[in-house]
């Protein structure tokens, strides 16, 4: 098991930038596969994007693919999402989430039912 914790959320405008944090503080943190997910209220929770335990394999969403950018530094246990040219749909709550258990340079999966640790979430609100 590894905790995780977001932050970076907030308000922006239609056409802003936000960056999202998730760190981890154990040192374990290079052995998980990272990823982000989002929710917003009444639907469910969708694959945002998801980095690789080396950070060299990456996956996004459609959704945010182009305006969105995933990184890892596992110096610092820390994983970054760097999302411009925000949109009114991307108002949701974003949530880490870890998997352990893959190889190195794999491929990261996008499904949420394969990872089983999470953080509470942080809030992305775009206003148009």
């Known amino acids: 098991q590894v905790r995780v914790g977001e932050s970076g959320g907030g308000q922006v405008q239609a056409g802003g930038s936000l960056r999202l944090s998730c760190a981890a503080p154990?040192?374990?943190?290079?052995?998980?596969?990272m990823a982000w997910f989002r929710q917003d209220r009444g639907k469910e929770r969708e694959f945002v994007a998801a980095?690789?335990?080396?950070?060299?394999?990456?996956r996004y969403s459609d959704s945010v693919k182009g305006r969105s950018t995933l990184s890892r530094d596992n110096h610092v246990n820390t994983v970054y999402l760097q999302m411009n040219m925000l949109k009114p749909e991307d108002t949701a709550v974003y949530y880490c989430a870890a998997k352990a258990g893959d190889p190195l340079l794999t491929r990261p999966s996008g499904d949420l039912r394969d990872y089983n640790n999470w953080g509470q979430g942080t809030q992305v609100t775009v206003s148009s």
């Open positions: 980095v690789s335990r080396e950070g060299s394999k990456k």
């Open positions: 154990e040192p374990t943190f290079s052995l998980y596969t």
